[in-house]
């Protein structure tokens, strides 16, 4: 393509078997082939390429590792891929200032290590969070279990590297939690899935890294048991740092065909906790719990020690990969109901009437929607299925998307169901910012 030629700073692929990895993500969706894949390794490379991509008229559309479920990277007609794997930048902590930054291309893993390794904390999980890169959890807001005390990805960053339509990085916040000069534009870029600008690195908060983890095996007798818990936890001033759940179709599927540490999970439904505040693996902190949770257990294990804790882990992490190895055609949602709605959900899920299972995020009420059988439904009965899930959701006062974003996946249904006024300022704003619409052109709205 000759509009990227002598393009400085980058490296250029264009031969079509060395960027088919690039046109998918870990959605069920493929792009079409990009014009080509970018790989900046300085400013001067985005400076062109914003400028060309005006003058000719092409997209512009990011990637970080390619790790996210909503097809936000995978390219639509007529565009460039520019692929941040090779952006420089080092991991820099500083304890005093209780803030890390980093370049976009940074690994997560990397990032929660360099944290670590001061004793600190950067909490976001998402499931991908051992391959996933900065960037891409920045442009979608990740979450994870974790989310359930500390909140999204949003939440813990304090400024953000971005490129505009001028094609010049900008940096929006300061290393402080106090910052108040206008509004927060930072925190627009976050989430925003690139489409008002690319994210290039950013500042994040840390907390102290906790000291000792309770982590429990919650299995139950009836899985309806299980969904009044998040409400009633916090509402006894218990609050997890994870409360993830299996259903019993989850969870039946893992016992009979999971790898062997998933063959003797108890229970008919069950639910993985944990606490990581100080004192949280005392006597009377346990017993207060036991309390709780006794009358709706079928026995509870708690791990005794950080082995047995991770083995725990190990079970939810590969839950989506075992899944989507067993049904290669399944499509996973990650709808949020308000906690105190969860009963009212399934109840409503179980009425829709189509073949469903679940398993997520509890303790926040957002929840992976899985349809098994998705791969093998007529794709006009497959769409008013999920639009019928997320009417449901939202009618309960939860949203379609909790983690994985709208990207491509869900950007008809995000367009049919949301509110007009939110539209039209999501549409003024995309305006604003990017007048030719080269950031991630056909994505969100
Ligand atoms: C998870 O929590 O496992 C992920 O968000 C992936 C999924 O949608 O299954
Ligand atoms: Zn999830």
Partial sequence: MDALTGLPEATIIRDRESMEPFLRDESHLRGVPPLAVVQPRGAGALRELVRRAKAEGFGLVPRGAGTGKAG?????????????????????????????????????REVKAAAEAHGLFYPPDPNSWESCALGGTLATNAGGPNACKYGMTRHWVLSVDALLDDGELHTFGISSVKANAGP????????????FGFILGATLRLAPLPREYATLLLPVKRWEDLLDLPGRLSGAGFLPSAFEFFDPAV??????????????????ALAILEFDERGCTSEAFLEGLQDLL???????????DERQRQGIWAVRRLTSAFLKERHPGKV???????????????EGLGRLGFPSVSYGHLGDGNLHVNLLAAGETDPAILDGQLMDLFRLAIRLGGTLSGEHGIGLAKRDAFLALSDPGHLHALRALKQALDPQNIFNPGKVI
């Fill in 294 to 304: 006794g009358p709706v257990a079928d026995g509870l294990e708690i791990a005794s």
């Fill in 72 to 108: 936000g990277c995978v390219p639509t007609e007529g565009t460039v891929v520019v692929d941040f794997s090779a952006w420089p930048g080092d991991i820099r902590v500083s304890p005093r200032d209780l803030c890390l930054s980093a370049p976009a291309s940074a690994p997560l």
């Fill in 184 to 195: 927060a534009l930072g925190q627009l870029l976050i989430g925003s899935e690139g489409i």
């Fill in 251 to 268: 969870l039946a599927e893992l016992r009979a065909h999971g790898p062997e540490e998933a063959r003797r999970l108890p229970g008919e």
């Fill in 332 to 346: 996973s949602e990650d709808i949020v109901v308000p906690r105190s709605r969860l009963r009212d959900f399934f």
